[in-house]
């Protein structure tokens, strides 16, 4: 597609309940990023693929966020047994290369945990 | 670790105004630097980037020169329009990760 789309946009758990937010990339963009933005906060780096290969996870706020890009192109972020520090938008980017070449971001999926 | 500060909004002004939302970095290596905007319901979007010392990146209007003397990378226009309105963020990299200051809301009023 034209841009990096994100599904759900808006996304409501109760706490205590698994969610899987989907990211669809520009095709042919080997880089793809997850970034957890707070309200009134700049976004913060989660994750980072190139292909399919997870490169760098060191923002992963715990182990209960995993993320995915099995064949190098869709990529799911999960967050199992959600809290409500976990209500954020969660952001997905991607690019060609190194962030010299610009990353495009998506809309992002707004979670709020209840 | 490597850190942006920018300037807290929220900033309102007059159309035709000058705007400057001031960035500073704290950085172990030589990073390059980046303006990214959020219009309303839109995805974040890249502004203008510089990648060395004294490189001016520009763009729609927009303009940020990357001093490596004052750690800045302040964004200026000389004329704003209504259509500005947005949230900038001030970023940085070494290579991959951008790291984004918290963002300045820019409302312009006609």
């Known amino acids: 597609g034209a841009g990096v789309s994100q599904s759900p946009r808006y996304k409501v758990a109760k706490r205590g309940q698994d969610v899987a937010l989907r990211c669809d990339p520009i095709s042919g963009h080997v880089s793809l990023f997850w970034y957890q933005q707070a309200l009134g906060q700049g976004p913060e780096f989660l994750t980072y693929f190139q292909n399919e290969a997870q490169l760098d996870k060191s923002g992963l706020p715990s182990d209960r966020f995993f993320a995915e890009r099995p064949e190098g192109s869709v990529s799911t972020l999960k967050i199992q047994r959600t809290q409500q520090e976990d209500s954020a938008v969660y952001l997905c980017a991607s690019g060609l290369g190194g962030a010299t070449y610009g990353y495009t971001f998506g809309s992002g999926t707004r979670l709020t945990v209840v | ?110």
């Open chain 2, 1 to 110: 670790g490597d850190s942006v500060t920018q300037m807290e909004g929220p900033v309102t002004l007059s159309e035709e105004a000058f705007l400057t939302i001031n960035c500073t970095y704290t950085a172990t290596g030589y990073p390059s630097l980046f303006w990214y905007v959020q219009y309303p319901g839109e995805g974040l979007q890249l502004l203008l980037k510089a990648t060395k010392a004294d490189d001016k990146g520009s763009n729609k209007g927009f303009e940020a020169t990357y001093r490596k003397e004052t750690t800045s990378f302040h964004l200026e226009k000389g004329s704003v329009q209504v259509s500005d309105s947005a949230v900038y963020f001030c970023a940085l990299s070494d290579d991959y990760k951008l790291s984004f200051g918290a963002g300045t809301t820019v409302t312009v009023r006609a």
